[in-house]
Structure formats: C-alpha cells, structure tokens
Nanobody, 127 residues
Framework: VQLAESGGGSVSAGGSLRLSCAHE????????MGWARQAPGKQREVVAM???????YSAKSVKDRFTISLDVAKNTAYLQMNRLKPEDTGTYFC??????????????????????WGQGTQVTVTS
C-alpha cells in the first residue's frame, strides 16, 4: 500500500488549506483512513478518520474547523482545514489500516494501530 499526500503549505492564522491523500494497492474492501499530525515538541496525534462507508470521526481540537472526506472512486481522502490556528502547525501524515473499522478512541492516539503511513506534508500557520 502506498499513500501519497499533497496540499501542505504556509498560511496565516484564520486561513484554509486542503490536504489530499491518494492510496494505491489497498486490497481490502473496507478500511479506516485518516490523518495524524506531529507538532513541534508534542506527541503525534490522530486528528481525523473516515471509513469507506463515509463514517467520520474528528478530534475535539479540530472539530468544526477540519472536515475529512473520501472520494472512493478516486481512492483519495481529503482534509479541509479552515480557521487554522498557529497550534495547528506540524507535519500531517496520511494513515490507513486495511480491513478495519475506525474506533473513536483512536482519536488523540499516536496512530500505532495504522500500518500504512504517508511521507508527511508540512503545514505552517503563522500568527
């Protein structure tokens, strides 16, 4: 399985960015896919997840600002990030686990349950 992320960058506080993650090589008919981030000096955390049937989960820290979505036909997940804050700065990783549903308690975890990881894309929010 390969995950290819794009869409990171630098933006002022209050701005928006959209991350994309295309997956290739997934053989299971169902999976849990999402995003984890690593902020400077902080523990890595899972911030959003989505299942193939469009069930979605978002961490409290990003709820109402970040929206995860999935285009099954394009094998691509998106993370729309609005009203960005400086504390959202970090490296964002696309994550995927085949033949697995998402569990809400995985939000905020370090993502150890996810076997597949993208290379990461940098998001920088300036005040």
């Amino acid at each position: 399985v390969q995950l290819a992320e794009s869409g990171g960058g630098s933006v002022s506080a209050g701005g928006s960015l959209r991350l994309s993650c295309a997956h290739e090589g997934v053989t299971g008919s169902w999976y849990c896919m999402g995003w984890a981030r690593q902020a400077p000096g902080k523990q890595r955390e899972v911030v959003a997840m989505i299942e193939e049937d469009d069930e979605k989960y978002s961490a409290k820290s990003v709820k109402d600002r970040f929206t995860i979505s999935l285009d099954v036909a394009k094998n691509t997940a998106y993370l729309q990030m609005n009203r960005l804050k400086p504390e959202d700065t970090g490296t964002y990783f696309c994550i995927l686990q085949e033949r697995q549903v998402c569990y809400p308690h995985w939000l905020g975890d370090r993502g150890e349950r996810f076997q597949h990881w993208g290379q990461g894309t940098q998001v920088t929010v300036t005040s």
